[in-house]
């Protein structure tokens, strides 16, 4: 299978599945998940990213596109996580030589893993910020969630502008031009979990989910008031996880001006790939889910990134109406956290990331570059071939990277 057959269509689906990945290249559990998704009977099709891979109930990287239902594992329990990237005017060779004391600096400004804020860290604490009145409009709408997560407003609240672990990352980046950019990715935190996997749970005792071939795929029928419930809580996580970013963004600006003044910031690109959107395709209106995918309408930029040492892109949607007009959110693993861990070295780890200021230590060799997809392949998967989804606009090279 090759890129110049790209979509190939998945056998043995209900819905019609398209893939722009070689079926033979994506393990066998992600294939299943795939095809137990396109079997449910409110699906009307499934579009697959070619950095797609094994998730919980539904694939990372796949678009779902349904009538009248939505499905809350195919969205994800990082609600609303995604990426932002702006542009600083500063040529890379006005970077300091030794890029470690800025490392350390963002890693003291942005709490990462579990932590959160203290005090008058945090913009949304400053009543001159504009992010102070947008997070007071989020917030006073926090008493209308689940009332399970009533007792976690507080957490909420701190943890709004910081990072978490895993895969999401702040770094500074470098475009073909030589232009220096800030780049980050995070999502709805330990809120946005909460709220999912609470909803997630109560849509498997459903009466309609009860014969699905994977109850984690259990959905919530339009109008109901379960469904109604989830999307008013999911709404709220997406609100939240973009205004993480955007205080993540402010405190990364403060950092870097620090170190060289004088950026004159251009406009961000922002981008979710994990949310639910309403759309049309083919005069038909449906509720689409992207699970580790990015929108791609015609003309829309997004971010793709790759693992820590490997860059990223800034892309343009071309409004591919067959792909859903959708696009990978990044390189996709190629195995697992725990599989990473007995496959490589703090050695290993320091060699892959060569040249860039980051992490070299044990806690972090589930990121190691060779535990992602070759990001050069997603991306030509992507570009090339009779079916482009976006074009490239800027290959950005990473110089420095902090990991939760």
């Keep these: 299978m090759?890129?110049?057959?790209?979509?190939?269509?998945?056998?043995?689906?209900q819905a019609r599945t398209l893939m722009w990945a070689n079926p033979w290249d994506v393990?066998?559990?992600?294939?299943?998940?795939?095809?137990?998704i396109a079997s449910l009977p409110w699906v009307a099709g499934v579009r697959v990213m070619p950095d797609v891979h094994l998730g919980k109930g539904a694939t990372v990287g796949s678009v779902v596109a349904m009538r009248g239902a939505v499905a809350p594992a195919a969205v994800g329990v990082d609600i609303g996580c995604g990426m932002t990237a702006i542009?600083?005017?500063?040529?890379?060779?006005?970077?300091?030589?030794?890029l470690h004391a800025m490392r350390l600096a963002f890693e003291?400004?942005?709490?990462?893993?579990?932590?959160?804020?203290?005090?008058?860290?945090?913009?949304?604490?400053?009543?001159?910020?504009?992010?102070?009145a947008k997070a007071q409009r989020l917030f006073s709408r926090f008493d209308r969630l689940h009332p399970d997560v009533a007792d976690r407003e507080g957490k909420a609240l701190a943890q709004c502008g910081t990072l978490g672990s895993g895969n999401h990352f702040?770094?500074?980046?470098?475009?073909?031009?030589?232009?220096?950019?800030?780049?980050?990715?995070?999502?709805?935190?330990?809120?946005?979990?909460?709220?999912?996997?609470?909803h997630i749970a109560a849509a498997k005792?459903?009466?309609?989910?009860?014969?699905?071939?994977?109850?984690?795929l259990a959905v919530f029928l339009r109008g109901t008031p379960e469904s109604n419930a989830y999307l008013h809580d999911l709404f709220w996580a997406q609100d939240y996880a973009a205004l993480n970013?955007?205080?993540?963004?402010?405190?990364?600006?403060?950092?870097?001006?620090?170190?060289?003044?004088?950026?004159t910031y251009g406009t961000a690109v922002s981008c979710h790939h994990n949310y639910v959107s309403q759309e049309t395709y083919d005069g038909e209106t449906l509720v689409v889910t992207r699970k580790g995918a990015i929108s791609a309408q015609y003309g829309e930029l997004g971010l793709i990134p790759g693992s820590?040492?490997?860059?990223?892109?800034?892309?343009?949607?071309?409004?591919?109406?067959?792909?859903y007009c959708s696009a990978s959110h990044g390189a996709g693993r190629r195995m697992s956290r725990s599989e990473a861990k007995r496959t490589f070295t703090v050695e290993d780890l320091a060699e892959q990331t060569s040249g860039v200021e980051c992490r070299k230590d044990q806690g972090i060799v589930d990121e190691i570059p060779g535990a992602y997809k070759d990001l050069g392949a997603v991306i030509a998967a992507q570009t090339d071939g009779p079916s482009p989804l976006v074009e490239v606009v800027h290959r950005l090279t990473t110089l420095l990277c902090v990991k939760g």
Excluded at 87 to 98: H, K, S
Excluded at 108 to 132: D, E, F, M, Q, W
Excluded at 179 to 191: A, T
Aim: proline share 7%; glycine share 10%; aromatic share 6%.
């Design 170 to 198: 702040c770094e500074v980046v470098a475009d073909e031009n030589g232009q220096v950019w800030l780049m980050l990715h995070s999502g709805s935190r330990n809120i946005g979990k909460e709220l999912a996997e609470r």
């Design 27 to 36: 393990e066998s559990a992600a294939l299943t998940q795939l095809r137990n």
């Design 308 to 323: 820590m040492g490997t860059g990223s892109y800034v892309v343009r949607g071309l409004g591919n109406e067959t792909g």
């Design 108 to 132: 003291a400004a942005i709490p990462v893993g579990y932590a959160g804020h203290n005090g008058s860290a945090s913009p949304i604490t400053n009543k001159r910020s504009p992010l102070t």
């Design 2 to 13: 090759t890129i110049d057959q790209f979509p190939v269509e998945l056998p043995g689906t």
């Design 245 to 263: 970013r955007a205080v993540m963004l402010v405190l990364m600006q403060r950092v870097f001006d620090t170190f060289v003044p004088g950026a």
């Design 205 to 216: 005792f459903l009466e309609h989910n009860q014969a699905l071939p994977d109850r984690d």
């Design 87 to 98: 542009p600083t005017g500063v040529a890379v060779d006005r970077l300091p030589d030794d």
